[in-house]
């Protein structure tokens, strides 16, 4: 069956929207599940030490667990900590997901914002509007004692010993350290390029994606961090892009009507919005804003306007898009910004789901007694239609010739909504659509069908198929929802190598006739070969795949460009065998790779959307039995393992100037990640697999061929984590993604090289004894 999005989000939370709207009490609101005990550390000092280690500084440290800086160096010299960098305020803005998330298991709510150095409500904000990212954080809260620091007993002391002597042994030419600076991506991207040549004209227009390193939440409020700088605007340029979008709040950006309150520095993002347009613009660049909106508002607000409320879902309700006054500030605030920000490209919907929106965006419609009586297709219909009234009087106040273009997402849209809604829409909107939804696939046996997220799959899909040619008879342009860069199937990598099936899939586009392309959601932002390729399939409308891909590896890795092809044509085939469901997708560990750690007894956490994936095996297969995930796992390992090897044989020999062989070390580094990353998912579901079928075990022999099966694992993910903390030292876009920053850094991969230690050394004995 097809499991998209908008359900693994339901699935993954409690029905209400408390847990997507979150106040402050509820943020942090531990369930009675204790947080997990770290067994490899002497304690949880050293724990929250070794995790905050070059993250955070040391003053920031010594603070929340009430040491002397002094305290914490002490304890960090006696482990083996490297000696620690000063920590930016640039890195400190951009890397505070990655801060919560390591945290997770370690802090309660007060030293959590201590560390963070936040109030309580932009703490709130961030769980709610990073992303989902408290869905990514498993919806829960673990309960946490306080960390105070205190002297160490002589049990901990002995640990603290065990500790040293592995990093010694483990580590013998050094710590993991990065010799590239984290997010030194950043400052390369950012830097004036000499002569960059623009895409001009495309078969596809707009071609639009997020911005590789921009920060999600509250992005036109951070100018500080400049999600576009002009070197990098220029290169986005170069790749084939003419778009880029930003995440946007409507009350947040323009004056909320009801509570000024709500919309605080509304003005200050509002100009910094108008700078940004002007500033991409002379780089052939439109800005697109994402909208999801009215977003519901707490059940107190109602108490003062309850002509407004809406269907309620748990403690919010919506403002409900039928009423006059709800349509007068949906069209007013979209004015404001047109007429502020007159060379903004566009808008694009999404209706149903995300945020908890109008009546019907959750389907639960009939629940309000104005929008029950006109149905969801009306409902979303005339949504669209007040955006583009908003926009075209904002267009008209300011003057401008060609305003933005609308185009209305169908993501989320119920089967039979489609055939109803799109005929509805306003003529000068765009109807765009996920390309691959609803393809069939056949991985290992197994069928399904793909939801979104996919390179492993060519589209386009029936789906969408049928929703575009709805659109093209009823005077609509067409747009493609691509993942044109990477997709989660692995998102730790700034693009996936699997290039023919970028190729064919924009081959396919082209042949359907579609107008333009979103190149991808938060993920994919990357100036990388995949966005040349699609560029140079949407130039021509002879040029084949394969002509595709030679030129664009040509210009970027000279005379080894033919056998870069060869290596993307043998990563794709290999691709193509990545047991696809959404379920596997969100779910298993494809994000963490090696830096996930291994329980010696089950856990009881499920895994996260793209966040924690813990052992929850079973969450992580899918439909897929156990046997077949792993080995279609360890075939697309393999095959990338294969077609490197022989790309770096093939190579080897060639005089290629400088920046050539950079950026052929870099692709060679980057598929190697996603060989160990999938090689590492595979030995994890075996861990846990084996190490179930132990605790069940009464047969000594077999109970033998379990352990050493287990001790192989652990050796080899030992190794795993080890070489990618050497890729990542030297590279520092890899294990990075906009919407959730460094999903693990050096430490996390030492970490789990001394949690498979422990299970060796303290674990497996142990259970060995008791045959």
Not at 109 to 115: A, C, S, T
Not at 428 to 433: E, F, K, N, Q, V
Not at 569 to 588: D, K, L, T
Not at 614 to 634: G, H, K, L, T
Request: hydrophobic share 40%.
């Amino acid at each position: 069956m097809t499991f998209t999005r908008k359900e693994f989000l339901r699935t993954a939370t409690v029905a209400t929207a408390g847990l997507l709207t979150l106040p402050s009490a509820f943020a942090f609101r531990s369930i009675e599940k204790q947080a997990l005990a770290l067994s490899h550390f002497p304690d949880r000092v050293h724990a929250f030490l070794w995790r905050n280690w070059g993250l955070v500084s040391v003053d920031r440290l010594a603070a929340v667990t009430g040491a002397k800086p002094e305290d914490i160096y002490k304890l960090a010299a006696a482990i083996g900590l490297p000696e620690v960098k000063a920590v930016s305020p640039d890195q400190q803005q951009r890397s505070y997901l990655t801060v919560i998330r390591r945290n997770w298991h370690l802090l309660p709510r007060e030293q959590m914002l201590e560390l963070l150095g936040w109030t309580d409500e932009q703490l709130t904000f961030t769980l709610q509007e990073d992303d989902f990212f408290y869905i990514k954080l498993g919806s829960i809260k673990p309960e946490c004692e306080p960390i105070r620091f205190s002297a160490t007993s002589e049990a901990v002391q002995k640990q603290v010993k065990w500790l040293s002597t592995v990093i010694r042994e483990e580590f013998v030419t050094g710590f993991p350290q990065h010799d590239e600076p984290l997010f030194q991506f950043v400052k390369e991207l950012s830097k004036a390029q000499e002569k960059v040549e623009r895409q001009s004209s495309s078969g596809f227009s707009p071609r639009f994606g997020y911005a590789y390193f921009a920060l999600f939440g509250d992005p036109l409020l951070q100018s500080e961090i400049d999600p576009y700088p002009d070197g990098y605007l220029a290169q986005m340029s170069a790749s084939g892009i003419d778009g880029t979008w930003l995440h946007i709040v409507l009350s947040k950006l323009t004056p909320f009507p009801w509570d000024p309150s709500v919309s605080d520095h509304w003005e200050k993002r509002l100009e910094n919005l108008g700078k940004l347009v002007e500033k991409a613009g002379k780089h052939g660049i439109g800005i697109y804003l994402y909208l999801n909106e009215p977003r519901f508002m707490p059940l107190a607000f109602f108490q003062e306007h309850p002509e407004l409320k809406g269907v309620q879902i748990g403690e919010q309700a919506a403002l409900c898009t039928s009423h006059p006054d709800v349509q007068k500030y949906l069209i007013d605030s979209m004015a404001m910004i047109t007429s502020r920000a007159p060379g903004l490209a566009g808008f694009f919907s999404i209706t149903a789901s995300e945020n908890h929106t109008h009546c019907w965006s959750h389907g639960k419609g009939a629940e309000c007694p104005r929008c029950s009586k006109r149905g969801p297709s009306a409902v979303i219909a005339e949504l669209n239609q007040l955006y583009l009234n908003g926009i075209s009087q904002g267009v008209a106040t300011a003057q401008v010739e060609k305003g933005p273009r609308l185009i209305a997402w169908d993501w989320g849209w119920k089967d039979g909504w489609a055939e109803e809604i799109i005929p509805a829409l306003p003529k000068s909107a765009a109807l765009m659509s996920v390309s691959e939804w609803d393809l069939e696939i056949n991985r290992g046996g197994v069928q399904n069908k793909v939801g979104e997220y996919s390179i492993s799959s060519v589209g386009p899909g029936p789906r969408a198929a049928r929703h575009w040619d709805i659109a093209r008879k009823n005077g609509l342009k067409t747009i493609a929802k691509i993942q044109a860069g990477c997709t989660w199937e692995i998102a730790a990598v700034p693009y996936i190598p699997a290039m023919e099936n970028v190729a064919r899939h924009a081959e396919n586009l082209r042949n359907a006739r579609v107008d333009g392309l979103m190149l991808g959601w938060t993920l994919g932002g990357y100036p990388s070969p995949n966005l040349e390729v699609v560029a140079e399939m949407g130039n021509s409308k002879t040029i084949t795949g394969r002509e595709a891909m030679q030129k664009v590896a040509s210009r970027r890795y000279g005379a080894a460009g033919d056998a870069v092809t060869k290596a993307w044509q043998q990563y794709s085939q290999g691709f193509s065998e990545f047991p696809y469901h959404i379920g596997v997708v969100y779910s298993a560990p494809l994000q963490a790779g090696p830096s996930n750690l291994l329980w010696a007894k089950p856990t009881g956490y499920k895994a996260s959307m793209v966040g924690l994936p813990y052992d929850d095996v079973n969450s992580w297969r899918a439909n897929y039995p156990v046997e077949i995930f792993i080995s279609q796992m360890q075939k697309v390992a393999r095959r990338f393992e294969q077609a490197q090897a022989e790309l770096r044989r093939e190579t080897a020999g060639l005089k290629l100037p400088a920046g050539f062989r950079k950026a052929l070390t870099d692709e060679c580094g980057v598929a190697e990640t996603i060989a160990i990353h999938y090689s590492s998912v595979a030995n994890q579901a075996s861990f846990v697999v084996a190490r179930d079928k132990l605790s069940l075990e009464k047969d000594k022999g077999k109970a033998m061929e379990l352990i050493a099966a287990i001790e192989r694992v652990l050796r080899d993910e030992i190794s795993l984590a080890k070489r990618m903390a050497q890729l990542q030292g030297g590279d520092s876009r890899l294990g990075f993604e906009a919407s959730n920053h460094y999903f693990y850094v050096c430490n996390d991969l030492a970490e789990k090289v001394i949690n498979c230690r422990d299970l060796l050394d303290h674990w497996l004995p142990e259970v060995r004894s008791m045959w």
